[in-house]
């Protein structure tokens, strides 16, 4: 993207982002990815960085593991390997080892089933492969504290055997000596030592001359001689000799090794950038759950729809102070392409427009923004900014002299792929003729189809935007009431100044904002109240539009918990009538059981009466029952004409009736909770529960109820 002026990220404090992500990177080469930050205008590389934010700020705030570790600045020993001849030490091949095992976690993470949900991020290690080969290699050389094994050649093992020996046989001839002379009460304090990592004895000076042996030096004192016994001279020297060969033995391992993997440079250098990439996809989305932000939807055009978007730095200081941060809603398309903002000074003008500037040099480096996820926003191949006071004494240029050659740079090189940002434009000369050329300036701009925004105070780029195509009106909202701004931007109209509200409420005498006012022409006077007027009226339609769309949402609640109510009571309805239903079938089925069960008794019967008509009608009774409900009525009135129930315990030979079916039986038989009644010529198994025990009246006064009735 091409950027105008050279200090245009400075402007819009994208220096200050910047530096609020390198906070979150751990590697030198994301703090160098950060340093070299660069925006992009091919669609297809821009969405690749922006989801790839978006897919680890998801494993972030999903809280999934991924291997964030690293291994520190590697670039000195991975080029230091590709030398001929050249040796690392085993301390920089321990770095390089934690290297791979970080690659290796990073490669083991990515499966098949990761990589398909984070496409985005996998492609970082899409071309890529992990060797094992690197890491078996240093792991047969070094242990895990970077020091050469033994078993790495068998020169080494040897000559650390005998080291180790002589090593002995010298501690124990060194305390032989030790031990005669703090008997003969030649040492000192501190009875040995060490110089040139050779062993000696610390020696009263008195009697320096009486031991045989090399001399290493004195204390400060000189009371102190450091003196090499004579018997471990030769030992030392042996030790010494056997140090050296450990250490070129050593050496030259490591230069082996080193020269082994020289061929895996480039694949290193590879590991190192995979680890550096990650940590810089990590830096933006940190910055991006520190700002809210989201992936916007993202097109190849010139154009622009902002839902609810923030200015990241204001946001941020705002929530440290705990207070609200008012968004910008804003859209640019074919038909608006250029917005005038208007309005009292410090409204809020110039910070909406850094607001929109600065996310869209964000968007384009590959952040994410604090918008709405619906947002849409383009791509612009130029940036153009003029903000402030840029006069310069330098070249002897007034302030609007500066102004117009920053005006003329636009004119001669913006183009419809260019985002323009400017600050009361006209600004620095006469209102009418600085306003003249304001709206020359504009016009050109919008015929070349350039998309930006303009903030100003005159009068006449208000009414123009009214009328010309392409251009369009925008005010910040101002209480007039409490004289504080909104910092709210209303598209649609043009804002007042509020000059003579502001002067009065501040307490100008009144005279002097009379004569102030007759000095002002008529008609702009009235155009400016009826500017004051109709932003206040809409202020308050705004707010009435709220109100209502409050209502709304609570009518909407309200509906939406009125159908789960009706929801459930159908439900239940619908639960009770299964019920009910389930019920009346128990109820045939029972039916059915107990008319099979008598259907069997009858054919027992059958076989066995010798009368068969009685048993055909119980079969036609059963079969075919007219009016059951009558006939059991009236069967229930004549037993219960005829027979008086008694309340006693039923038992065999006893009358009983049936409280079902009204009918009296004999008991033949009981069996357990049953009982076998004999009814007409039928027995029956009955539950004793359904019977009790009757008995015939009287007929004497069977015969006066005949008389009665």
């Given at each position: 993207m091409?950027v105008?002026?050279?200090?245009a990220f400075i402007q819009?404090?994208?220096d200050?982002?910047k530096?609020?992500?390198?906070?979150?990177?751990?590697?030198?080469?994301?703090k160098h990815?950060?340093g070299?930050?660069?925006l992009h205008?091919?669609?297809?590389?821009?969405l690749?960085?922006?989801?790839?934010?978006?897919e680890?700020k998801?494993?972030?705030?999903?809280?999934?593991?991924?291997?964030?570790e690293?291994?520190?600045?590697?670039s000195?020993?991975?080029?230091l390997?590709?030398?001929?001849?050249?040796?690392?030490?085993?301390?920089?091949w321990?770095?390089?080892?934690?290297?791979l095992?970080?690659?290796?976690?990073?490669?083991?993470?990515?499966?098949?089933e990761?990589?398909?949900?984070?496409?985005?991020?996998?492609?970082?290690?899409?071309?890529?492969?992990?060797?094992?080969?690197?890491?078996?290699?240093?792991?047969?050389?070094?242990?895990?504290?970077g020091?050469?094994k033994?078993?790495?050649?068998?020169?080494?093992?040897?000559?650390?055997?005998?080291?180790?020996?002589?090593?002995q046989?010298?501690?124990?001839?060194?305390?032989?000596?030790?031990?005669?002379?703090?008997k003969?009460?030649?040492?000192?304090d501190?009875s040995?030592?060490?110089?040139?990592?050779r062993r000696?004895?610390?020696?009263?000076?008195?009697?320096?001359?009486q031991?045989?042996?090399v001399?290493?030096?004195?204390?400060?004192?000189?009371?102190?001689?450091f003196?090499?016994?004579?018997?471990?001279t030769?030992?030392?020297?042996?030790v010494y000799e056997?140090e050296?060969?450990e250490l070129?033995?050593?050496?030259?391992i490591?230069?082996?090794l080193?020269?082994?993997l020289?061929v895996?440079?480039p694949?290193?250098?590879?590991?190192?950038r995979i680890?550096?990439?990650?940590?810089?996809?990590?830096?933006?989305a940190?910055?991006?759950?520190?700002?809210?932000?989201?992936?916007?939807?993202?097109i190849?055009?010139?154009?622009?729809?902002l839902?609810?978007?923030y200015?990241?730095?204001?946001?941020?200081y705002?929530k440290?102070?705990q207070?609200?941060?008012?968004?910008?809603?804003?859209?640019?398309?074919?038909?608006?392409?250029?917005?005038?903002?208007?309005?009292?000074?410090?409204?809020?003008?110039?910070?909406?427009?850094?607001?929109?500037?600065?996310?869209?040099?964000?968007?384009?480096?590959?952040l994410?923004?604090p918008?709405?996820?619906?947002?849409?926003?383009?791509?612009?191949?130029?940036?153009?900014?003029h903000?402030g006071d840029?006069?310069?004494?330098?070249?002897?240029?007034s302030?609007?002299?500066?102004?117009?050659?920053?005006?003329?740079?636009?004119?001669?090189?913006?183009?419809?792929?260019?985002?323009?940002?400017?600050?009361?434009?006209?600004?620095?000369s006469?209102p009418n003729l600085?306003?003249?050329f304001?709206?020359?300036?504009?016009?050109?701009?919008?015929?070349?189809?350039?998309?930006g925004?303009?903030?100003?105070?005159?009068?006449n780029?208000?009414?123009?935007?009214?009328?010309?195509?392409?251009?369009?009106n925008g005010a910040m909202?101002?209480?007039e009431?409490?004289?504080?701004?909104?910092?709210q931007?209303?598209v649609?109209?043009?804002?007042?100044?509020?000059?003579f509200?502001?002067?009065?409420?501040i307490g100008?005498p009144?005279?002097?904002?009379?004569?102030?006012?007759?000095?002002?022409?008529?008609?702009?006077?009235?155009?400016?109240?009826l500017?004051?007027?109709?932003e206040?009226?809409?202020q308050e339609?705004?707010?009435?539009?709220?109100q209502?769309?409050k209502?709304?949402?609570?009518?909407?609640?309200?509906?939406?918990?009125?159908?789960?109510?009706?929801?459930?009571e159908?439900?239940?309805?619908?639960?009770?009538?299964l019920?009910?239903?389930?019920?009346?079938s128990?109820?045939?089925?029972k039916?059915?059981?107990?008319?099979e069960?008598?259907?069997?008794?009858?054919?027992?019967?059958?076989r066995?009466?010798?009368?068969?008509?009685?048993?055909?009608?119980?079969?036609a009774?059963i079969?075919?029952?007219?009016?059951?409900?009558?006939v059991?009525?009236?069967?229930?009135?004549?037993?219960?004409?005829?027979?008086?129930?008694?309340?006693?315990?039923?038992?065999?030979?006893?009358q009983?009736?049936?409280?079902k079916n009204?009918?009296?039986?004999?008991v033949?038989?009981?069996?357990?909770?049953?009982?076998v009644?004999?009814?007409?010529?039928?027995?029956?198994?009955?539950?004793?529960?359904?019977?009790?025990?009757?008995?015939a009246k009287?007929k004497?006064?069977?015969?006066?109820?005949e008389?009665?009735?």
């Amino acid at each position: 993207m091409k950027v105008y002026p050279e200090n245009a990220f400075i402007q819009l404090e994208f220096d200050k982002v910047k530096t609020l992500l390198d906070q979150h990177c751990s590697t030198s080469f994301a703090k160098h990815r950060v340093g070299r930050l660069r925006l992009h205008t091919k669609l297809e590389h821009l969405l690749m960085e922006l989801r790839q934010a978006y897919e680890y700020k998801l494993i972030i705030e999903q809280a999934l593991y991924f291997p964030s570790e690293h291994a520190g600045d590697l670039s000195k020993e991975i080029k230091l390997l590709s030398i001929t001849g050249s040796m690392l030490t085993g301390e920089q091949w321990l770095d390089i080892r934690k290297l791979l095992t970080v690659t290796e976690n990073i490669f083991r993470w990515f499966n098949n089933e990761r990589r398909l949900a984070f496409p985005n991020m996998a492609l970082v290690i899409k071309d890529a492969y992990y060797e094992k080969l690197i890491a078996q290699m240093i792991d047969e050389v070094l242990d895990e504290n970077g020091q050469v094994k033994d078993s790495a050649s068998q020169d080494l093992a040897r000559i650390r055997q005998s080291l180790y020996r002589k090593r002995q046989e010298l501690r124990r001839t060194f305390e032989k000596v030790v031990a005669k002379l703090s008997k003969a009460g030649y040492t000192a304090d501190i009875s040995e030592s060490f110089s040139n990592g050779r062993r000696v004895i610390a020696i009263l000076s008195e009697y320096k001359r009486q031991i045989k042996g090399v001399f290493h030096g004195e204390s400060d004192s000189r009371r102190t001689t450091f003196m090499e016994p004579e018997e471990t001279t030769e030992l030392n020297n042996q030790v010494y000799e056997l140090e050296n060969d450990e250490l070129k033995e050593v050496q030259k391992i490591l230069r082996a090794l080193t020269s082994s993997l020289s061929v895996y440079a480039p694949l290193l250098e590879s590991y190192y950038r995979i680890i550096g990439l990650f940590d810089f996809i990590r830096a933006k989305a940190m910055l991006a759950i520190d700002m809210q932000a989201s992936l916007p939807v993202v097109i190849d055009k010139t154009q622009m729809r902002l839902i609810d978007a923030y200015h990241p730095l204001l946001l941020l200081y705002n929530k440290k102070s705990q207070k609200r941060t008012i968004p910008v809603n804003l859209s640019f398309d074919d038909k608006n392409r250029i917005l005038i903002i208007s309005g009292p000074n410090a409204g809020g003008k110039t910070v909406t427009m850094k607001t929109v500037g600065l996310l869209q040099i964000m968007l384009q480096s590959g952040l994410l923004v604090p918008v709405h996820p619906d947002s849409q926003m383009g791509i612009f191949k130029q940036l153009f900014i003029h903000m402030g006071d840029t006069q310069s004494i330098e070249f002897e240029l007034s302030t609007y002299s500066s102004h117009l050659l920053h005006m003329k740079h636009f004119i001669e090189n913006a183009n419809g792929r260019t985002l323009f940002f400017i600050d009361e434009l006209g600004g620095g000369s006469d209102p009418n003729l600085g306003g003249a050329f304001a709206e020359v300036i504009l016009e050109q701009l919008a015929k070349i189809h350039a998309i930006g925004i303009v903030t100003t105070h005159y009068l006449n780029l208000k009414i123009m935007a009214g009328k010309t195509v392409g251009i369009f009106n925008g005010a910040m909202a101002f209480d007039e009431r409490r004289l504080q701004p909104l910092y709210q931007l209303l598209v649609g109209k043009p804002g007042s100044s509020y000059t003579f509200s502001i002067a009065e409420r501040i307490g100008l005498p009144p005279a002097l904002i009379e004569r102030a006012r007759s000095l002002v022409d008529e008609n702009q006077f009235k155009l400016d109240q009826l500017l004051n007027s109709t932003e206040q009226g809409l202020q308050e339609l705004e707010k009435e539009k709220r109100q209502l769309h409050k209502l709304m949402r609570e009518n909407d609640k309200l509906k939406a918990d009125m159908q789960r109510v009706l929801n459930k009571e159908t439900h239940k309805q619908q639960v009770e009538l299964l019920k009910h239903q389930n019920q009346i079938s128990e109820e045939k089925v029972k039916y059915l059981k107990d008319t099979e069960r008598k259907l069997r008794q009858l054919m027992i019967s059958w076989r066995k009466a010798e009368q068969k008509d009685a048993v055909i009608k119980e079969f036609a009774a059963i079969l075919f029952p007219k009016n059951e409900k009558v006939v059991t009525g009236k069967m229930a009135r004549k037993i219960k004409s005829n027979f008086d129930e008694l309340d006693t315990p039923i038992e065999v030979g006893m009358q009983v009736k049936s409280k079902k079916n009204h009918q009296v039986g004999e008991v033949i038989e009981i069996r357990g909770k049953r009982a076998v009644v004999k009814i007409g010529v039928l027995p029956m198994q009955v539950d004793l529960s359904d019977l009790v025990a009757v008995k015939a009246k009287p007929k004497e006064d069977e015969n006066k109820k005949e008389k009665e009735r």
